[in-house]
């Protein structure tokens, strides 16, 4: 199963751990094909409904992960309590479940980050 991480799951982040402890396998970086935004609270939040101004293509590291362990990344990302996971495409049109937060569950703390020739990174 093919995942796409952003934000502290990454490699070097505080909660990459999480996808060694899977044995998730690092495949690539990448970037969404589509636009969205990315807000930062005490984590980052990818969003689908938010200002045109604000989208970017978001960077990805693209992860595969036995399936029977999908749930475990659920658990963990509070999914579909806090997260939706949703399948998405990457640049190249690898298809991959990425976990974006609803508008509404979004703080109003929390701020979006701007991108910067069209992307987006944390």
């Known amino acids: ?4 991480v952003y934000g502290t799951l990454k490699r ?3 909660n990459h751990h999480f996808l060694e402890k899977l044995k998730a396998q690092f495949l690539r970086e ?3 094909k589509e636009m969205y935004c990315l807000a930062v609270n005490f984590a980052p939040f990818a969003i689908k409904e938010c200002k045109k101004e604000l989208k ?7 992860y595969s992960i036995d399936k029977n362990k999908i749930s475990l990344l659920d658990e963990f990302e509070d999914a579909p309590r806090f997260y939706v996971r949703q399948l998405i495409k990457d640049i190249n049109n690898q298809k991959g479940w990425l976990y974006f937060l609803p508008k509404e569950r979004l703080s109003n703390r929390a701020h979006f980050l701007s991108p910067k020739k069209g992307i987006i990174c944390f």
């Not at 199963?1 to 796409?4: A, H, K, L, V």
């Not at 970017?56 to 693209?62: D, F, L, Q, T």
């Open 1 to 4: 199963m093919i995942i796409f």
């Open 12 to 14: 070097g982040y505080s």
């Open 30 to 32: 990448s970037l969404t």
């Open 56 to 62: 970017g293509k978001i960077v990805i590291e693209i």
